[in-house]
């Protein structure tokens, strides 16, 4: 045997072909040979010679494919309509999977008759014979024209039914499972149909199902939206969406669950949507979570559902927030103020996580009012106070003298303190005053642990970018440095000097530009005891660090005095110049008052500063000129700390950091226009306006401001105003 | 010697997998002369009628083996025909460029047939 097409008997081997193919229609098993053999009759039928039998093979094929289908008909007829579904059901099951075999052993037929396909589209003549098609499509062509035809409206009556009646709670005859392989014929007959797919499913079930669907749902809901009170229906109502959900989508196709969805929504929600916002409001004020989440859930299908309840949830916050603002008026403690913002604001981010499921409207509204509250202006043309208070709060909790609560208290409070942050406006304003704070309590070693100092910086990091927390870095490095160059300082130079002077003496080295300190102005007389220790203490730096300049910051030091001359012996702890003040009157008693201020050289208010204090304090007495040692000086306590009378002039600072705030901004506004404007090279107004803001990050710039900044640089020459409409910018590079 | 071209070897452990059973990694072509051709399944599967031979009716048993007997093609042809399938496999994913696959001219028109026939 070869392969070379030869003339052929039709009738013999089509007898051969048409067993095994008899044999695949009804799932028994072939033999190997046989199997591979009818490939063979088939390939020779197709290119046999003269006569190509091809045609004679479809159409025997198909023949024998009528005759099958049509009894299966009368097969599924047979025992009345009851059934008639589970006929179907077995019938179809066997039958697909039949023809995927069939198709695949008629390949060389299919081949052929795709080929006939193509030559047809590119001719013009139009035959009169119908298209042949490939073996599978053919058998569920004759299957939709034989089979589902003639029973497809009394079959969709059946199934229609049987999907109805788990909802009355009626025994369903056939499983849904027999009815879910249905349905998927309906859609795998028209599988080859390129314009519409679902034909079938659609015309005969689906449509009539979404119709059955709506009357339900229409009556159960008009029924129990009269028996039930609000709280109630909702919750029925779900249960009865879940169901049905369920069901949709394990027996139905998929596309119909949206379709079947929605229509419940209309139904259920849409039309008693009356109903369900009369008690929104009732349930927000009176704090009925469960309803309020069913409600919600109810609501966030339909469009502009959730507009009343967002309306009332934002005034509810309004109310409360107003409620803590007029409290602070009356009271003016800020860390109540912070404490109760606190506390509303996990109420309200709780209930947007639990009952509205972190619906982006809604916490959408949660922040919007948060920043209106926590942004407020106590008096008019002033920056709110939030940042100087936020600060003050941070101070109070960072610093030692904060007894009473755990260090893991502590550090919660502060993260608590970060979601504030986040709503205040002028975040430059407080980046200012806690960095004022943070250099005092550095300095003065106030801060309780320098681990919880490290996660603040940390989450202000988080929040605002490197950038922010950059200087904030800076200082606690250089305060580290700082210990360890003191350690070595002791260890050499002192060992070195074999000074017996008996003193402790550290230094701290900071920054220029890190800490927010200013640089002293005058000279100042350092007093004797201290100037060899600060000499030695210079060259050990200038060794260490060549080429770097030291500058002394006598207002910010302070020092511990022991006094001997007392019959009780006191420690001391003082500002330097009063220090320096105290120490001219180890020589002698009596000193004139000009005296000492020409000796020490500080400017006049400053100097009578320093002294009343130490007056104040009864360490000296002032006897017209003469100052003269307490030597009856007695206290019940013998540790004493005479700094905080000088020290305390933190208004000004906060006044002078906001305005230094106020002049960084214009600087940075204008870079910032630049830099976009360089990018852009034109760019309309409005469009400026949106990138300024999203790139100013740390305040919120007004639009009047933003118009000045734009002015001040037409005018100095960096951009140029367009003659185009609407109002255009160019750079000028 | 070109049996072994076509099979090629397993995992490099010296062992070779049967054609037996369903997921067998070989399959054994028959020609018409009786010369027994072991090739890799999935060489094999490049053919689309071996595709739809090898996917008949009911999974082969565990110990039965996977053989399809061609009794119309000889084993000059066959032979060409396995040497195809390796070419085709080897070539397939390969960016460089590729050979000509030789084809003598005397048994062409058979193995234009055989082509035609396994559609491949």
Redesign the interface.
Known sequence: MSLRPGAINFKEKWKCLEETVQSILSLDTIPRDVWHASFNHIYFLCGSFPEPYYEKLYKSTKLLLETHVSELLKFIQTEGTENLLQNYCTSWQKYSKAIKVLNNLYKHLNKIIYLQYEKMLESVEVSDEPNMMMVGELSLNLWNKIIITPLINSMSKLLLDEFDKPRYNLPITTPLDTIAVILKSFVEIMENNETNPLKIYHCHFEQLFLMQSGEYFELESTKLSKELTVSEYMAKVLVIMKEEEIRAKKYLHESTYNKLQSTFLKKVVVDHLNFLHGESEAMIREERHKDLHNNYLLLCGVKDGLVLLGKFFRELIKQNGIKVLESFKKNQIYEHFFEDILKLHTKYKSIVTEVFNNDYHFSEILDTEFKIIVNYKFEENQPSKAPEYLSKYCDKLLKKSYKGLSETEIEHKLLQSITIFKYINDKDIFQNIFQAHLAKRLILQQSQSIVIEEGMIKNLKQSCGYEYTNKLHCMFTDIRVSEELNTQFQKEFLKATKDKSNLSFSVNILQTGAWPLTLPTKSFFVPEQLLTCSKNFEVFYKEKFVGRKLTWLHHQSQGELKLNYLPKMYIVTLQMFQMSILLLFEKCDTLKYSEINEILQLSDGHFQKQINSLIDCKLLSLDGDNVKLNMDFSNKRTKLCITSAVLRDIPQEIKQSINSVEINREAYLQATIIRIMKMRKTLVHSKLMVEIISQTKSFLPSKGFINTSIKILIDKGYLELTSNLPVEYSYIA | MIVDEASGKEDGSGEYGNCNGPLSPYVKLIS?DGHEFIVKREHALMS??IR??L????QFAENETNQ??F????SHVLLNVCKYFAYKAYYSNCANEIPEFSIKPQIAL?LL??A??L?C
Do not use: V
């Open positions: 018409s689309g009628t739809a031979m996917s008949g009716p009911g399809i007997h009794r119309e093609i000889p058979e047939m055989a035609n026939f559609d």
